[in-house]
């Protein structure tokens, strides 16, 4: 059984906006997949704010360890 870790994915949207999620994953690969099965995104910041994109949007993703 692995440990996950926690990254920090990043969607670059075609508007030129980022919104930033923190999940827990067992690799990078798998953060970047992680939730992004459905169409339309639903991810809530550090701020507490509430962001919905569609993922057809999305240009680029990026991970970093959290």
Same mark, same amino acid.
């Given at each position: 059984?692995?440990?996950?870790?926690k990254? $920090?994915?990043?969607?670059?949207?075609? +508007?030129g906006?980022k919104?930033?999620?923190n999940?827990?994953a067992?690799?990078?690969?798998s953060?970047?997949?992680?939730?992004?099965?459905?169409?339309? $995104?639903?991810?809530?910041?550090?701020?507490?704010?509430?962001?919905?994109?569609?993922?057809?949007?999305?240009?680029?993703? +990026?991970?970093?360890?959290?």
């Amino acid at each position: 059984m692995s440990v996950d870790q926690k990254f $920090k994915v990043t969607y670059h949207l075609s +508007s030129g906006a980022k919104v930033v999620d923190n999940v827990e994953a067992e690799d990078k690969h798998s953060a970047a997949l992680k939730y992004g099965h459905d169409e339309t $995104k639903f991810v809530e910041n550090e701020d507490g704010i509430l962001h919905k994109f569609n993922l057809k949007d999305v240009v680029l993703i +990026s991970v970093d360890p959290a």
